[in-house]
């Protein structure tokens, strides 16, 4: 019978061995925060940006044509010499995340290392597992080695409390500290909003001046509906700006924005947008689909037309086009059925299109300094028109048709110098009348049905060559003008009224005589 030998017990380990693994745990332990999922995402989309931002600008530079009288080897010298600043200026904003991602790459080095340390000392060298040695080991492995999805699994399970901390604190840092904000910050916020699932990005005035682009990233956010980047430096959107599905309210206002992407148009949920003071010259082909829209800035641009796309916008309530260089507006505007504002003032208008006459919700019309000699006749199809100014114009005459607009309480038809001679004879049926302003017309004689606007609060006729009612008159209020219209119209009808009696005896003596009554 043979004897079974007994299993020999395993070997503690040296002391050697307890003093490297020890080493490789310190060693490890003494590194800084490995940079985390968002950082490294941030890092990657910040030099895709850079990468866009930087061709753009050197194809913009080499298509550049020489002044006439710049001699073209100069003018070869500024364009290098622009090229070089710009290549100076990619290599600032790329610092950062060339920093990061190669901090990142150690990381995994060291990553790599722990995992191979682990994979030693828990036995895959050794028959039986040292415990007590491999758990700190495998920990390291388990924790910092960003190379499948368990970390991206461990970083949802055991970290989102940690990310949405991230994103807030980011957030309030950014609203309550005068630091301004790289691109580098910027797509590390973006980040983490994306993973916070946030639904405001408030970046309002906190971009460096050197940041004219944004994170190709910011189409991650999905889930926000309210973005303010206005009082920056921006030049352009980027085309994933489309990707923002749940925008309501986009603020870019005071930034250096020339075009719009062709992707705006997919912000199809969009009910607020200003755009004002930037450097637009168009819309896209596409702007027409965002139907949603409510609230329309456009105002301190440099269009000089709006596209005929504009009248798809059938939610629109209240536009802006103030302070541009427009000389139409597309007929298509009368499509915008529920527009109740639009203010047009500051342009270079000659006329106004017949289709104004189809806004029947408009309460305020404003169109001071332009060039209108005219205004449409249909302007007496807007029922519910409260304000109309059409001031430092060029305004011949008013129509009839306006009287037809009863509920309007502010007119100002001042400042039209030489060109205004006359008010409507039918201004009466204007009941509803608070305010009129015809200062620095040349309006001699108010009409006689002015003595029914009982309820004109506000008259201003300064430098207006006013005979009937005189001067003295007018300065006493308005309604002492209404009174004198009424009194005016009263004597005169009283003076009027003997003589058309005489006129009236004498026919019938004269027609009893010579004229024989029919039978």
Known sequence: MMIQSEKAPPQPPSRAFLDTVQEITR??????????????????????????????????????????????????????????????????QRREALHLLQLEKMFQTFGDLIQRASELVSGDTQKEKPHTLAEPLEKFARDDVITDET??????????????????????????????????????????????????????????????????????????????????????????????????????????????????????????????????????????????????????????HLPETIGNLSSLKRLNVETNELEELP????????????????????????????????????????????????????????????????????????????????????KNFADLRALPTSIGKLEMLEELDISDDQIRVLPESFRFLSKLRAFRADETPLEVPPREVVKLGAQEVVQYMTDFVTKRDAELLPSKKKKKGFLFWFCSIFCPQQK
């Open 331 to 414: 007929y298509t505007i009368g499509n915008c059925s529920l527009l109740s504002v639009l203010k047009l003032d500051f342009n270079q208008l000659k006329a106004l299109p017949e289709a104004i006459g189809k806004l029947e919700c408009l309460e305020i019309l404003t169109l001071h300094y332009n060039r209108i000699k005219r205004l449409p006749s249909t302007m007496g199809n807007l029922s519910n028109l409260k304000e109309l100014d059409v001031s430092f114009n060029e305004i011949e005459f008013v129509p009839e048709d306006l009287c037809l607009a009863v509920n309007l309480k502010k007119l100002n038809l001042g």
């Open 27 to 92: 060693i490890y332990s003494s590194l800084p925060p490995r940079p985390s999922i968002e950082e490294v995402e941030a890092a990657t989309s910040t030099l895709d940006t850079v990468n866009n931002e930087e061709q753009t600008k050197l194809n913009e530079i080499s298509m550049q044509e020489p002044p006439h009288d710049v001699p073209e080897d100069l003018f070869s010298v500024l364009q290098e010499l622009k090229k070089t600043m710009v290549l100076f200026q990619s290599h600032e």
């Open 151 to 304: 970390l991206v699994k461990k970083k949802e399970e055991e970290q989102t409390q940690k990310n949405d901390f991230k994103a807030e604190k980011f957030l309030s840092a950014a609203h309550g500290s005068s630091e301004k904000l790289s691109l580098m910050k910027v797509a590390t916020l973006i980040e983490n909003c994306a993973k916070s699932g946030a639904e405001i990005l408030d970046l309002r005035g906190k971009l460096v001046d050197q940041m004219e682009w944004l994170p190709v990233s910011i189409g991650k956010l999905s889930d926000v509906t309210e973005v303010d980047l206005s009082e920056n430096r921006i030049m352009a959107l980027p085309t994933t700006m489309g990707g923002l599905k749940a925008l309501t309210k986009l603020d870019l206002h005071s930034n250096q924005i020339i075009n719009l992407p062709h992707s705006f148009g997919e912000l199809i949920n969009l009910i607020d947008l200003d755009l004002h003071a930037n450097k637009l010259r168009s819309l896209p082909p596409t702007f027409g689909n965002l139907t949603n829209l409510i609230d329309l800035d456009l105002s301190s641009n440099e269009f000089t």
